[in-house]
């Protein structure tokens, strides 16, 4: 994938013409128009950082563009931008109103984490008959902790910094979307830009990350806290998304110690857990199992060979793919 941090125009956006008309006479076709489903999707998730609410919105873009007629629709130059800046606004709409509802939320709020290589439909994980349009590509711009700077950005910012880095529209499209001129659009992609610059670390290879990911996962089996210790950063950061529904830290744990006993303490607590290494978002990640049901997946961020933070979703409403059926590596 291209770098979603290093700017560019070489996707076009909006205004470009990838979905054809149907027959010349009726209007775009059904197929041109359903093809475009996986890129809202992808779009949609990643501004929002939940898939079911990526579903709802684009659920709603097409019941806008069916509630046009006939020679509306065949009016349309390009069914697909039309699509993509409906389907953005609506976007830009919810991430205003978010502010609100993550103020009203209990505890920490965290991203909805994604299984790897698991289609879906109707919030139905490990089927196989699933259509493809409805996958979230897993790529570098999904990662938890991408999707975490993502949310400390204004919705404007986080709106003009994924078209615009991320799906490569050009600014003129993008502040169609917006609402403001490309020039501003620009300044808040750069501030964006800055942003996620600023929240990486040089990390080792994700194949060494993986072996970090296992070993954590030992010493949280065996309880072992200098173990645990000696794999956190000293000033690493674990967050625990309950939503109110389950049992989780209202506030981030601090330190290496402090985690470590965090999660020692845990593990005692927890009866009949199994941990399974997998991956969460495209990374290596854990995801605990009590009698075959999901009841955390645990997703991890590097700084070295260290781990620096770790996201921990316990909210039942986000595990909802996390079914025995997902597929799972490792």
């Avoid at 059904?30 to 990643?46: H, V």
């Avoid at 897993?138 to 938890?144: A, H, P, Y």
């Avoid at 994924?162 to 992609?189: K, M, N, S, W």
């Amino acid at each position: 994938m291209t770098n979603p941090c290093e700017p560019g125009d070489d996707r076009s956006g909006p205004g470009d013409h990838r979905s054809e008309p149907g027959d010349g006479r009726s209007g775009p076709g059904l197929g041109a128009i359903m093809s475009e489903r996986r890129q809202l999707i992808n779009l949609a998730y990643r501004l929002l950082g939940s898939l079911a609410d990526a579903e709802d919105v684009v659920q709603e873009t097409y019941a806008r563009w069916y509630a046009m007629t006939p020679p509306e629709q065949k009016a349309i130059a390009s069914p697909g931008g039309w699509l993509t800046t409906v389907a953005s606004r609506v976007c830009l709409d919810l991430l205003r109103s978010a502010r609100a509802r993550r103020e009203r939320y209990v505890g920490e709020w965290i991203p909805e984490p994604l299984p790897d290589h698991t289609q879906w439909v109707g919030g139905r994980s490990g089927d196989t008959a699933a259509d493809p349009a409805d996958r979230v590509t897993l790529d570098e711009s999904v990662g938890m902790a991408f999707l975490v700077v993502l949310e400390s950005m204004t919705p404007a910012e986080r709106v003009a910094f994924v078209l615009h880095d991320v799906f490569r529209y050009p600014f003129a499209d993008v502040a169609e979307i917006v609402g403001r001129t490309p020039g501003a659009c620009r300044q808040l992609a750069f501030s964006a830009r800055r942003r996620v610059r600023a929240s990486r670390a040089p990390a080792a290879p994700t194949a060494q990350q993986a072996g970090i990911v296992r070993d954590f996962k030992q010493a949280w089996e065996a309880r072992d806290i200098d173990a645990l210790v000696g794999l956190l950063a000293s000033d690493a950061t674990a967050t625990g998304d309950g939503g109110g529904l389950v049992h989780a830290a209202p506030r981030p744990v601090e330190g290496a110690e402090e985690i470590a006993r965090f999660f020692v303490e845990r593990a005692g607590t927890a009866v009949d857990v199994t941990l399974v290494e997998c991956a969460v978002n495209g990374r290596p990640g854990l995801v605990a199992r009590a009698d075959g049901v999901t009841v955390s997946v645990v997703a991890f961020d590097f700084a070295g060979e260290r781990i620096r933070r770790i996201w921990a979703v316990l909210n039942p409403d986000k595990l909802r793919l996390w079914t025995t059926g997902a597929e799972v590596q490792g």
